[in-house]
């Protein structure tokens, strides 16, 4: 501990700037993940490339999508929200797309639309 404290007060502006530099670029390193994306949302990729693929389909508004998975992170449930979703249609069309694309059971998939909700397996 002694020659640790000996070096330290004779460090030279150098010394001291250089090291203040490291401990900047590791405590960068360390926050890097959240300061590229600021807006996370608690979104993971896949919720994010969902609800990209599906706000493409015909009769279909800007969605949102939350995805559950199981212990090994396989997917096995998901709800759809749309607020400008209108008719049965765009409704089995959403859920058709995530239970191909998740390879889901269909009464495991919620699509919530503007007046009603849908849910695949008609219950």
């Known amino acids: 501990m002694r020659p640790l404290l000996e070096r330290l007060r ?17 405590a960068l390193a360390l926050t890097g993940s ?3 994306n600021p807006a996370n949302d608690g979104k993971s990729d896949l919720e994010r490339r969902l609800e990209g693929i599906l706000s493409r389909i015909d009769g279909v508004g800007q969605v949102s999508v939350m995805i559950t998975v ?6 096995i449930g998901a709800v759809i929200v749309d607020r400008e979703l209108e008719g049965v ?3 089995l069309e959403l859920q058709a797309a995530v239970r191909t694309l998740l390879d889901i059971d269909g009464s495991r998939v919620r ?6 909700s849908y849910r695949g397996g008609m219950e």
Do not use: S
Not at 111 to 116: A, F, M, P
């Open 111 to 116: 699509v919530i639309g503007r007046q009603d």
């Open 89 to 91: 249609r765009p409704a």
């Open 70 to 75: 199981d212990g090994e992170g396989k997917p």
């Open 34 to 36: 959240r300061l590229a």
């Open 10 to 26: 004779g460090a030279r502006r150098i010394e001291w700037f250089a090291a203040l530099v490291l401990l900047a670029l590791l």
